[in-house]
């Protein structure tokens, strides 16, 4: 809940932040020495310009109406995308710059990747709630956890298996 109430403080200060018509009067402008493009005007109050973020760089994702809290973007052809990293079973998430996607490939979710969007953008957590791992291809993994330690098998639906829920491996 503080979270929260952190998150709308801030975009409130945010969105409260005026530049004057003279904000940008005594700035030097230098040139860029960029990997990428430059976005011009794109530092605060367009004062200054930035370098675009190139692949495989850091970036932070739009969180509010399409808005990014850094004016920082990924360079032409890319776009900040959530990666996941499994490290056991515990999901950690970063966004990098990477090649846009297709649309008509966007489109196209498997089941576990389905569950798995949906799960992610839930807003409540349960005791025993878990968010599918799914394989390259899209498929369920014979072996899911919860966010209380417990694992079990599920079949290639996603369904549970019954009797198959022990705390740590379940080997499926």
Do not use: H
């Amino acid at each position: 809940m503080m979270r929260i109430v952190l998150l709308v403080a801030f975009v409130a200060v945010a969105n409260a932040m005026v530049c004057l018509p003279n904000a940008c009067d005594g700035v030097a402008r230098v040139e860029m020495n960029c990997r990428g493009s430059v976005i011009k005007n794109g530092g605060f109050c367009g004062c200054t310009d930035l370098c675009a973020k190139i692949e495989g760089e850091q970036c932070t994702p739009p969180v509010f109406l399409g808005l990014s809290l850094s004016r920082a973007s990924c360079d032409t052809g890319l776009e900040c995308r959530r990666a996941t990293t499994s490290t056991t079973g515990a999901d950690q998430f970063s966004f990098t710059c990477a090649p846009v996607i297709n649309t008509s490939e966007r489109a196209v979710l498997t089941p576990c990747q389905q569950k798995r969007r949906m799960m992610q953008i839930i807003l409540v957590i349960y005791k025993g709630m878990w968010t599918p791992r799914c394989d390259p291809e899209g498929a369920f993994l014979p072996e899911q956890c919860d966010n209380e330690g417990q694992c079990f098998c599920v079949d290639q639906n996603g369904k549970t298996m019954d009797g198959t829920k022990v705390k740590g491996n379940a080997q499926c």
